[in-house]
């Protein structure tokens, strides 16, 4: 006989919206419980706790059972087997790696929760697709010869995503130090559109500090002025310095909060910056990795956005 389970509940903190928990009760008992995940905060501690009734149609008993699971870090990519109409991403990362092919795969099937077949060869390549935006992932695995190392070359637009891999690989296999080749086209053309935000901003943020200067000075001279026509009993013209000092005082006002808006604009900017450069750095490991940060600070500061370019791809100034 079948077990029946007609009710679990299941929690997890990051995979279940709306304060974690989920209640799921069937009037007419099923022998399994489906109970769809949100995969958008999905992260490497992502775990489901179920706790499920179970029993049998003839049970004047049933059973409880409670069990922690903890994800496979990368288990909300799915492993296509056809791929003929998927298109391959235009962005990757590759690098040389010491391991063989069996140790990979090995790391891919327990990292994806699949089964890769472990069987020897020299060489693979495999495919996966997110339940969540559909972000296609190719990983791809060839062994050098007695005097090359092995590459690994992963595909995929996302980033953030290929950087987690990097680390993941480099966690599992205690690797140190670890340099890469990033090719990502679309994140470079974001980047340099941002870093041209960057400038508009800065120019108008010098613009702004020039006109409140002058408007500063020009607030002093009235109101020297206006203390002026008091002291000789000057009434109209008293009246008429200090109603420009309430208009100048108006487009100070107006000139402050351009200059705010326009700071909290740059710092937006600056913001997908930094993360861009946190995201290249996790391409690398050890020295390389703090390599990137501190040539792309000094590229930053000389606003040399094609060493920026370089930095990202190579992780140093070609």
Same mark, same amino acid.
């Given at each position: 006989?079948d077990?029946?389970?007609p009710?679990?509940?299941?929690? &997890? *903190?990051?995979?279940? %919206?709306n304060?974690?928990?989920?209640?799921?009760?069937?009037s007419?008992? =099923? @022998?399994? /419980?489906?109970?769809?995940l949100d995969?958008?905060?999905?992260n490497?501690?992502?775990?489901?706790?179920?706790?499920?009734?179970?029993?049998?149609?003839?049970?004047?008993?049933?059973?409880?059972f409670?069990?922690e699971y903890?994800l496979?870090?990368?288990?909300y990519?799915v492993q296509?087997?056809e791929? &003929? *109409?998927?298109e391959? %991403?235009?962005s990757?990362?590759?690098f040389?790696?010491?391991?063989?092919? =069996? @140790?990979? /795969?090995?790391w891919?099937?327990?990292?994806?929760?699949?089964?890769?077949?472990?069987d020897?060869?020299s060489?693979?390549a495999?495919?996966f697709?997110?339940?969540?935006?559909?972000?296609?992932?190719?990983?791809?695995?060839?062994?050098?010869?007695?005097?090359?190392?092995a590459t690994?070359?992963?595909?995929t637009?996302?980033?953030?995503l290929a950087?987690?891999?990097?680390q993941?690989l480099?966690?599992?296999?205690?690797?140190?130090?670890?340099?890469s080749?990033?090719?990502?086209?679309?994140?470079?053309?974001a980047?340099?559109?941002?870093m041209?935000l960057?400038?508009?901003?800065n120019?108008?943020r010098?613009?702004?500090q020039?006109?409140?200067a002058?408007?500063?000075?020009?607030?002093?001279?009235?109101?020297?002025k206006?203390?002026?026509?008091?002291?000789?009993?000057n009434?109209d013209?008293?009246?008429?310095?200090?109603?420009?000092?309430?208009?100048l005082?108006l487009?100070?006002?107006?000139?402050?909060?351009?200059?705010?808006?326009?700071?909290a604009e740059l710092?937006?900017?600056?913001k997908?910056?930094?993360t861009?450069?946190?995201?290249?750095?996790s391409?690398?490991?050890?020295?390389?990795?703090?390599?990137?940060v501190a040539?792309?600070?000094?590229?930053i500061?000389?606003n040399?956005?094609?060493?920026?370019?370089?930095?990202?791809?190579l992780?140093?100034?070609?």
């Open positions: 006989l077990s029946l389970c009710q679990a509940v299941v929690q &997890s *903190k990051t995979l279940i %919206p304060g974690g928990t989920m209640v799921k009760k069937y007419k008992p =099923k @022998s399994e /419980i489906r109970i769809p995969c958008e905060n999905f490497a501690n992502s775990s489901v706790t179920v706790t499920c009734v179970v029993g049998f149609l003839s049970s004047f008993q049933d059973h409880v409670r069990h903890k496979p870090q990368f288990s990519m296509q087997k791929t &003929s *109409k998927l391959k %991403p235009s990757c990362v590759k040389q790696m010491e391991e063989r092919v =069996k @140790s990979i /795969i090995q891919v099937n327990s990292s994806f929760g699949i089964e890769l077949d472990t020897p060869r060489s693979f495999t495919w697709k997110s339940i969540g935006d559909n972000e296609i992932l190719v990983v791809e695995y060839s062994e050098g010869d007695s005097d090359s190392k690994m070359k992963l595909q637009n996302n980033m953030g950087g987690r891999l990097v993941s480099a966690e599992a296999f205690d690797i140190k130090e670890l340099a080749v990033a090719e990502f086209p679309d994140e470079m053309k980047f340099k559109q941002t041209e960057v400038e508009e901003c120019l108008t010098l613009k702004l020039a006109d409140i002058d408007s500063s000075n020009l607030v002093k001279a009235l109101a020297i206006a203390e002026d026509a008091r002291l000789l009993n009434m013209a008293m009246k008429r310095v200090y109603a420009q000092l309430y208009e005082n487009e100070l006002i107006g000139e402050y909060k351009k200059r705010a808006n326009n700071h710092l937006r900017h600056l997908v910056v930094n861009m450069i946190q995201k290249s750095s391409l690398r490991v050890g020295k390389y990795k703090s390599q990137v040539e792309c600070r000094k590229a500061k000389s040399n956005i094609h060493a920026l370019v370089d930095i990202f791809r992780g140093a100034v070609s």
